[in-house]
């Protein structure tokens, strides 16, 4: 006998979600918040009307990570408008997310020429080589992040409380330690695994590459991301990044397994 709930169940269950997934996300050790957030990204990833269903699934979990986070730990920070030193630092990022930024840009043809530029000369640098070149990253405009709003979980994540901190490490290439807010940690962990639960129910592949070097490869195919939902291994010939550690997997696997009976 199957595990899966009955039909009338699921529906149930989606209109309770419906009261969960505008909210934000809740920290503690009740799973069924976060799994209310993964069936609804597995709903959207499958959405055969959306002409961007990664698109649609990146934002939700994007707009979870924004308001979940503290507005303590959002006063902690010392990033300010027109800080951009660690945009020289390289980004790592899921297809979903590089396809929703690909969409943000399609219309730009000089950012898109810049990412394939940076693609070829800095893509495959070492993350110490990378700094030292103080390559800034080619969606910037006058220290501004042109797609700020649409900007990736990572870089939404990747905050500090010591601007000294980052200049020591982004200015003069020195390596330390970024201080970062704990709270925004947590809830990035949380975002993130959210993501990748999605996607491994929906059978994609939550593998993280360097952005501009993700972006460079969606730009050089016709109808990239229908292809990947589709199956399609666009990305067999990039270097993914490293996997992830095992007590990330284990809550991956942890989440699939409750949530898999739901959908």
Request: aromatic share 6%; glycine share 4%.
């Amino acid at each position: 006998m199957s595990d899966r709930l009955s039909r009338a169940d699921r529906r149930t269950l989606h209109r309770m979600d419906q009261q969960i997934i505008g909210l934000p996300l809740y920290m503690g050790n009740d799973p069924r918040p976060a799994a209310a957030h993964v069936r609804h990204l597995v709903h959207l990833l499958r959405s055969e009307q959306s002409a961007s269903p990664c698109s649609d699934a990146v934002a939700h979990i994007t707009a979870v990570f924004d308001r979940t986070v503290p507005e303590q730990a959002t006063k902690m920070i010392a990033c300010r408008k027109g800080c951009s030193y660690c945009c020289t630092q390289p980004v790592v990022v899921t297809a979903p997310e590089a396809f929703w930024v690909a969409a943000q840009l399609r219309k730009r043809p000089k950012v898109v020429a810049a990412i394939k530029e940076a693609a070829k000369s800095f893509g495959p640098l070492p993350l110490q080589e990378r700094l030292n070149a103080r390559q800034f990253c080619p969606m910037l405009e006058d220290a501004l992040c042109t797609i700020y709003e649409g900007r990736p979980i990572g870089c939404r994540g990747f905050v500090s409380v010591d601007l000294q901190a980052c200049l020591k490490m982004f200015d003069r290439g020195e390596v330390t330690d970024i201080p970062m807010p704990n709270d925004t940690v947590q809830v990035l962990y949380a975002a993130r695994i959210i993501l990748a639960v999605a996607l491994r129910l929906t059978k994609l592949s939550a593998k993280v590459y360097e952005m501009n070097t993700l972006l460079a490869a969606i730009f050089a195919e016709e109808n990239a991301e229908a292809r990947w939902l589709a199956g399609e291994d666009l990305f067999a010939s990039l270097e993914a990044g490293p996997p992830p550690p095992p007590q990330y997997d284990q809550a991956i696997e942890s989440m699939a397994k409750y949530v898999t009976p739901t959908i």
